[in-house]
């Protein structure tokens, strides 16, 4: 099983970088500063996955990340991920999928 990390952000979420959903015919390939699920593959660019995205390619990880936030994105999706009364939003999850 692999590892997964949390990565924090302000809360502003004003530090996001924008990048494409990207990789493996999996991604949507829209450019954007939403959550992802960064592969751990070892290279420099590693695949990255809105959550939706790779939920709907059979990620039980994204999936379980977006359950009760069904069609949420951007700041509502940070907001969910972050969980009531927390000061910052997690930005992505990184694993060695």
Do not use: K, N
Request: a negative charge; glycine letters at 14%; charged letters at 20%.
């Amino acid at each position: 099983m692999s590892s997964t990390e949390m990565i924090g952000v302000d809360a502003s979420g004003s530090e996001r970088p924008m990048r494409p959903c990207s990789g493996a015919g999996i991604g949507c390939g829209q450019v954007d500063d939403h959550p992802r699920h960064v592969l751990d593959d070892g290279t420099e660019d590693p695949p990255q996955y809105h959550l939706d995205c790779h939920a709907a390619a059979g990620c039980a990880h994204c999936r379980e990340q977006l359950a009760g936030a069904e069609g949420a994105t951007g700041a509502a999706l940070l907001d969910h991920l972050a969980g009531p009364g927390a000061s910052a939003a997690p930005a992505d999850t990184t694993s060695e999928d």
